[in-house]
């Protein structure tokens, strides 16, 4: 595969995770942002093998199975098990409509564009044009954050940030030393475990895991 | 090699107090892990001192007269909070508040705690830094939420969420530091090394750093405390035992503006210009004032003490953007001597709290008559605060309004303004919860003496003489962080 | 002076185009009744349904002023011009320099607007409420739309068809995420601006849920003719426009009538491959509720800019 071609492909990924980071924004049902998720650590992968193979950085491989294992298959599947345990439900609605959010998400696209540039002009990496997508999809997964009242949603969302942060490492500079990645992967993975154990807290004090129910701690007047 | 052992003594109790954490002789370990983790850190003090700085572990591990003065710090307090600890958990447990379980969960984790902080503090290499700050932050997440209340896990779930978010900024941030050094440095671990990036630091592409630090400012920021990435600190530092709000506000704070300040000395190497220190001025700035007012307001007794960390963090902020040997001396100062007040206030708020079964203010009565050495402790330790002399604080608050009137002059009045507010909202608070009658509910325990009484004699000490070490150790660290 | 012969084959293309659009719609339907298991009547039948309806006799109300009367006339025409800018068969027309994106949107519209009038002239509920979600609809769909093209225009390096269609049929197989997400948001409008499910079910008789046939429901015999041989011709069209746009190999470049039978059995081909994608998605896809179709439009519109982005950003 020559230089060009890789590159291409790179872009057609970039562009895939750009939409199921927006594909996240709009979906309703969490059955679906799972999915959505999993296709996102897909591409992800992908894109990352690719690199890997084209460039001959060898750890990249490594980064890219880690990808696998946990964002394609470990991690939907321990929230898809949770959610069965707690018995949620299938549809959310979320706080700002839809047509608003992805003009918002938008605006956020062309904010990381301009942002990126000038890094994107000192790039001599193959991968450059992909920073923006990358630190867009980090600006989504924000958004998505901050839009929902759901805590899966919440938790998803965080994900997809990541997701994106580990994209920027690729894209900015085929990926981070090798110690680093693994620390990363090891935090996820804590983080992963205590917001499995957060999610049981919440749901047996608060009956509900909507998260704007939990709304009692500010000042009195 | 005295660093191994030093990381490896807190890693090693984390392990075993998993499974005898809930023993009766439990917390007796803590404190002797804590206290084996202190004598380590006070050999390391000594070899930098003596020889100048190290690296360790094949350059994984930097120790020079600034981090190993916070590591040092860190281990002391945290070997006094264990002391607080025991008696603390005891009449928690005795109340009902703790099972076994929960002992044991948090005994592993406080020892995981204080092996992060040392571990951010310690290494060479700024990706690390950035997964000992998270691993930080995960450690302490569940013990927030420990008593399991509803605002318990609402504060922890905030904490959690608006940490997490912030220090993924931090991440993109270092990712990007990666890529201008990686230019310069070549691929591979060593471009992230401080060593070697405080060497080439003006060859780095300043408009990525640029860019890099704003990144960087908002993820550390958050975990800092500052204004308006804070509102999980007040919640997070209300709602846990209190052993924990005090090595979080006491500590965690300080390796967070550690990481932050690390990362400014390396923009301004590579910029040339202000904006890293500007930025921070800006931001503590903020802090102080907002903090300050929000201080009027409060009704929580733990609740207020944290925002008065806000503040102080931003005072310590403010002080290191100004930049310059004064202001950093200070800041380094105010550091050390808030971490030591600061835990010391806690001490006494939590055996209060405890004594009155409450945290609201307004149910808290008599605590001079009621228990004399809390009482004394509490108005001593908020009278330090609020920069009273002869206590450390003034000390260091005076040296820090020196260099503002030096370096600012016009940022003066603010900062003033500042800290008369936030003495006055302290003030107003602490007086009718040490003086009158003791009220009706107010239970009768043992408190901790040794902690706090030692903290506020060595606060105490601070303000009125600064020992000769000490004081070289800082202008080392000033030079550093020229 | 005209160029005789590409008059001659200007004329070739809007007899094409007036002659197979109703074969393009029968196909449609017979492919759609093989799926769902029904006997179909054959795709000549909408021959025999305008045939019919020609011979039929005109009703009209008795409030029905020169708007209801002429609409049908005015649809036709600019339906049959639009035809004749479109390059289906060959690029070398002598409109194509009218042939510009926008001005081809604004000849939709005059369509539409048209239409609409028409649906409020008798003064019938129904006809007041198509005409309303029509226009609603159009709203969020035009924008899409112009996206849409533009994205694939900025390739080009202008909005005149002719010159976006040579560039697409002579450039290089090139993997490009803004031509793909513009395919997917114009295959999204499309499905709007023609009336299918998930938009409008064609083949409802409910009018509470009809929009487009709503707006026709006064119309009767040589009038109805005339519209439902429009709305065929726009089904075609918008078919063949797409095609045109995205996959244009095989058009003829000059008025050759070699090139051109060739251009138009090509055309034909890939309209029938274009007709059986169109009946899987109509099968696959459930209607839309009505106020969820800004969140529909609204992703056709986001689709559509996020290929723009891509563009910039990736390429």
Redesign the interface.
């Given at each position: 595969m020559t230089l060009p071609i890789a590159a291409?492909?790179n872009?057609?990924m970039?562009?895939?995770i750009?939409?199921t980071a927006?594909g996240l924004l709009?979906q309703r049902r969490i059955l679906g942002l799972l999915h959505i998720f999993a296709w996102q650590g897909f591409f992800l992968c992908v894109s990352t093998a690719i690199v890997g193979y084209v460039t001959g950085v060898h750890h990249l491989f490594i980064s890219s199975l880690l990808t696998l294992t946990f964002k394609v298959i470990l991690l939907p599947y321990i929230l898809y098990t949770l959610m069965r345990k707690l018995e949620i439900r299938r549809e959310i609605e979320s706080l700002v409509n839809?047509?608003g959010t992805?003009l918002i998400?938008?605006a956020l696209?062309?904010f990381s564009?301009h942002l990126t540039s000038p890094i994107t002009q000192l790039s001599t990496l193959v991968t450059r044009?992909?920073l923006?997508?990358a630190l867009a999809t980090v600006m989504l997964g924000l958004l998505m954050m901050v839009t929902r009242s759901h805590a899966v949603t919440q938790i998803i969302g965080f994900l997809a940030m990541e997701n994106g942060l580990f994209f920027a490492a690729t894209s900015a500079t085929y990926g981070m030393p090798m110690v680093v990645e693994l620390g990363v992967a090891l935090d996820l993975l804590i983080a992963a475990f205590i917001f499995g154990i957060f999610f049981f807290h919440i749901s047996t004090t608060f009956d509900t895991l909507d998260v704007a129910q939990m709304a009692k701690l500010k000042e009195e007047d | 090699m005295i660093l191994l052992i030093l990381l490896g003594i807190s890693l090693f109790f984390a392990v075993v107090l998993a499974f005898v954490g809930d023993r009766k002789y439990a917390p007796d370990i803590n404190i002797a892990g804590s206290a084996a983790t202190f004598v380590a850190g006070v050999l390391l003090a000594l070899q930098v001192y003596l020889h100048g700085p190290m690296t360790g572990g094949n350059k994984f591990f930097f120790v020079d007269a600034f981090n190993v003065y916070l590591a040092v710090l860190t281990s002391f307090v945290s070997m006094t909070t264990a002391i607080f600890s025991r008696r603390y958990m005891r009449v928690e447990r005795e109340h009902g508040r703790v099972g076994h379980w929960k002992m044991r969960f948090y005994h592993a984790m406080y020892q995981l705690f204080i092996f992060a902080m040392l571990l951010a503090l310690l290494t060479n290499n700024f990706g690390v830094l950035w997964i000992s700050m998270e691993l930080a932050t995960l450690s302490t997440v569940l013990l927030v939420s420990l008593y399991r209340t509803p605002t318990a896990i609402e504060a922890a779930w905030k904490y959690f969420i608006l940490c997490g978010v912030g220090i993924a900024q931090a991440l993109f941030g270092t990712v990007l530091l990666y890529f201008a050094s990686e230019r310069v440095l070549g691929v591979g671990g060593e471009a992230l090394l401080w060593t070697n990036l405080s060497q080439v630091s003006n060859q780095l592409e300043p408009t990525v750093l640029r860019l890099a630090f704003v990144f960087l400012m908002v993820g550390y920021g958050t975990k800092v405390g500052l204004v308006p990435l804070h509102n999980w600190l007040p919640d997070a530092h209300s709602e846990g035992p209190t052993p924990i709000s005090a090595v979080l506000s006491g500590l965690l704070l300080n390796v967070a503006l550690y990481a932050l300040v690390r990362c400014k000395v390396l923009v301004d190497g590579s910029t040339g210009t202000h904006m890293a220190g500007r930025m921070m001025m800006g931001f503590g700035l903020l802090s102080i004032l907002v903090a300050a007012f929000s201080l009027l307001r409060q009704k929580d007794i733990k609740r207020m003490f944290s925002y008065s960390s806000i503040e102080n963090m931003g005072i310590a902020t403010f002080a290191f953007g100004i930049g310059g040997p004064i202001a950093t001396f200070g800041a380094l100062l105010h550091m050390l001597v808030h971490s030591l007040t600061k835990s010391a206030i806690f001490f006494t708020v939590g055996h209060a709290s405890q004594m009155h079964g409450t945290q609201e203010m307004d149910r808290i009565r008599g605590l001079i008559k009621g228990n004399p050495v809390v009482g004394w402790a509490f108005i001593f330790g908020a009278i330090a605060l609020v920069g009273m002399p002869p206590f450390g604080i003034f000390a260091s608050e005076f040296l820090i309004l020196t260099a503002t009137i030096k370096d600012a002059p016009l940022l003066t009045p603010l900062l003033l303004l500042g800290l008369g507010v936030a003495f006055a909202a302290i003030f107003r608070k602490v007086q009718p919860m040490v003086t009158g009658l003791v009220p009706p509910w107010q239970t009768p325990l043992k408190a901790a003496h040794v902690p706090v009484i030692l903290h506020m004699a060595l606060v105490l000490i601070l303000g009125l003489y600064m020992p000769r070490f000490l004081s070289d150790w800082f202008h080392l660290a000033v030079g550093i962080l020229k | 002076m005209i160029d005789f012969s590409s008059f001659i084959t200007e004329v070739i293309q809007l007899l094409f185009l007036l002659l197979a659009a109703p074969a393009f719609a029968g196909w449609v339907k017979t492919v759609k009744c093989r799926m769902q298991g029904r006997t179909y009547a054959g795709i000549l039948q909408p021959y025999r349904d305008l045939a019919k309806l020609f011979a039929k006799e005109v009703i009209l109300a008795e409030n029905a002023s020169w708007i209801f009367r002429f609409t049908p006339y005015i649809v036709f025409g600019v339906t049959v011009l639009i035809g004749g800018i479109i390059p289906l068969i060959s690029i070398d027309l002598p409109l194509a320099d009218t042939a510009d994106v926008i001005a081809l949107v604004m000849l939709f519209a005059i369509i539409r607007f048209f239409t609409a009038l028409a649906g409020m002239d008798i003064g019938t509920a129904f006809g007041g409420m198509g005409s309303s979600r029509e226009m609603t609809i159009a709203s969020l769909a035009e924008p899409a739309m112009l996206m849409a093209v533009f994205t694939v225009s900025l390739g080009a390096n202008s909005t005149s068809l002719t010159h976006v269609v040579q560039v697409m049929a002579h450039g290089q197989f090139?993997?490009?995420?803004?031509l793909?997400?513009a395919l997917l948001a114009f295959i999204m409008v499309h499905l709007t601006e023609t009336g299918r499910v998930p938009v409008d079910n064609p083949a409802t008789h409910l009018e509470l849920t009809m929009i487009h046939e709503a707006m026709i429901l006064e119309y009767s015999g040589r009038h109805l003719a005339l519209i439902e041989w429009a709305g065929m011709m726009k089904l075609f069209i918008y078919s063949s426009l797409g095609i045109a746009i995205f996959c244009p190999w095989g058009i003829a470049a000059t008025d050759d009538p070699a090139a051109m039978l060739a251009g138009g059995v090509y055309l034909l081909c890939k309209l029938a491959v274009g007709g059986v994608i169109l009946v899987l998605i109509e099968t696959g896809l459930a209607k839309v509720r009505l106020f969820r179709l800004?969140?529909y439009l609204?992703?056709a519109?986001?689709?559509a800019?996020?290929g723009m982005?891509?563009f910039?950003?990736?390429?």
């Open positions: 291409q492909i872009s057609v970039a562009a895939l750009l939409l927006f709009i839809i047509p992805m998400g938008i696209v062309i564009y044009s992909t923006a997508v | - | 090139v993997l490009r995420p803004s793909a997400f800004t969140e609204g992703g519109f986001l689709l800019t996020l982005l891509s910039f950003i990736l390429e």
